[in-house]
């Protein structure tokens, strides 16, 4: 089954740079896949177009079968309940405690105080920070506070994990970490898309990767390597 | 940031209260006069009895008129007489030199000059009949007016405050969302509905609008009752006049309070609508 399909996907901004020219791809749930490429390439737009951050110019995406271009803007919440996102400034509240951070994700969608009580000290334990939970951002390195933030990205159990240069200021030895908690996430089954131009990790995990340039697929190689 | 929105609001109802307070008794003043305006037409002696009827019944027939009496000549005199009893002008007068006439009281008085042009042929003269159309036009002139441009000014005042204080909440509201950016983008990124976003917001408009409509409200009631008060006293003292605001029968200061809270939370809600519009794209 495929999890998330692109359909002759273009995106033209509108100082029309052009930022994906007829993208058609698809990833079966469950999988892990890098896209990379260099900056400009149109990662970033990938991600955005599958959060509805902006709008497609031209095709169609489809998440678990269904047509999410014509969706309206009331359901675009419901959308973004089943994709987590993880960013490479990571986005936490510096006024709020690493439970409150991950909670937060569970209040504002309406989840019953029982519920963030057991969800969210599991979901730290699974990021390795169940022993800070009650620590603040800036207390944390820069790893940890990634972790905070896979760990809110997740809390709700997406089918799907977006993550947009979650290494990128990291040092290698915290990005293994990272990739270790992705790659447990993924193991339970979650369809994970990592946007990266992390040559290193690419090349030791040996994952599906995707290379975009100036907007078109040039490589799609199963277990692939970053690249020349 | 909220202290100052909520003062302007209240500054602003306050004026807008006190103003409504005015202009309803400068109203009813007005209108007590103006019912006391009459016009007069003058009709000449030989006029047939037909054509008198036949004017008496068109008076009637316009809306504008709230009565009509015929003073014939006799009565004319009699009343004459009467007005000056015991002065010499009196002894002077031989057989009966006055006209007879027609006294109209119109309902709306602004419509004088409408009215009076009826009896006017389009050549200018007057129609077959009269001899003379005449009221007290250098009081009632005026008087409308006042009244007008009493209401022009304080519709500017009011508009131009009303302004101001959406101006100074939507700031407010635009400081704060600012301040919650990066929350708003998590909510917005986790899923939470645009309704949840928005609600704070509208919460916070509504409660500066509310609350400055309710001190607004305190400072009404104090003025109107310790100094308003005093001044309709007075008015009703000398002109006999009972439809005003305070002393009132009506419950005039009930409907100006429910106005200003009204006034106050939609001022509130509007401003935080604008700024969410515009800053928060959910």
Partial sequence: MNMIEFKNISKIYEDNTVALKNINLAIRKGEFLFLVGPSGSGKSTFIKLLIKEIDESNGNIYIAGRNICNLKSSRIPQLRRNIGCVFQDYKLLPNKTVFENVAFALEVIGRPSYEIKIRVPQVLKLVGLYSKLNSYPHQLSAGEQQRVSIARAFVNRPPILLADEPTGNLDPGTSEGIMKILSRINLIGTTVLMATHDRNIVNSMRRRVVELEEGEIIRDQKRGVYGD | ?282
């Fill in chain 2, 1 to 282: 940031m909220g202290f100052t929105a909520i003062t302007t609001v209240a500054i602003t109802l306050f004026i807008v209260g006190f103003f409504a307070i005015i202009v309803y008794d400068i109203q009813g003043i007005m209108s007590s006069i103006k019912s006391q305006v009459e016009l007069r037409v003058y009709l000449k002696d030989e006029i047939s009895e037909e054509l008198k009827e036949y004017i008496e019944q068109e008076i009637i027939s316009w809306e504008e008129t709230e009565s009509v009496e015929y003073v014939s000549k006799d009565l004319a005199l009699e009343r004459f007489k009467k007005q000056n009893e015991g002065s010499d002008i009196l002894k002077e007068i031989e057989g009966n030199p006055l006209p007879a006439s027609f006294d109209i009281t119109l309902n709306n008085p602004e419509k004088i000059d409408q009215v009076e042009l009826r009896f006017y042929d389009k050549d200018g003269n007057f129609i077959e009949g009269v001899d003379d159309v005449i009221y007290e036009r250098k009081v009632v002139k005026p008087l409308f007016s006042i009244t007008a441009i009493i209401g022009t000014i304080a519709f500017l005042i009011i508009i131009a405050l009303l302004l101001a204080a959406i101006v100074l909440i939507f700031n407010t509201i635009r400081l704060s969302i600012y301040a919650r950016r990066k929350e708003i983008e998590v909510m917005k990124l986790v899923g939470a509905t645009n309704w949840f976003v928005r609600i704070p917001f509208l919460f916070e408009g509504f409660f500066e609008g509310f609350a400055g409509s309710i001190i607004s409200i305190i400072l009404l009631y104090f003025i109107g009752n310790f100094l308003l008060i005093k001044g309709e006293r007075a008015i009703v003292d000398i002109m006999r006049i009972k439809e005003l605001a305070i002393v009132g029968s009506g419950n005039v200061m009930l409907y100006v309070y429910v106005g200003v809270l009204v006034l106050g939370g939609l001022i509130g809600l509007l401003s935080s609508v604008i700024a969410l519009r515009r800053y928060v794209k959910v």
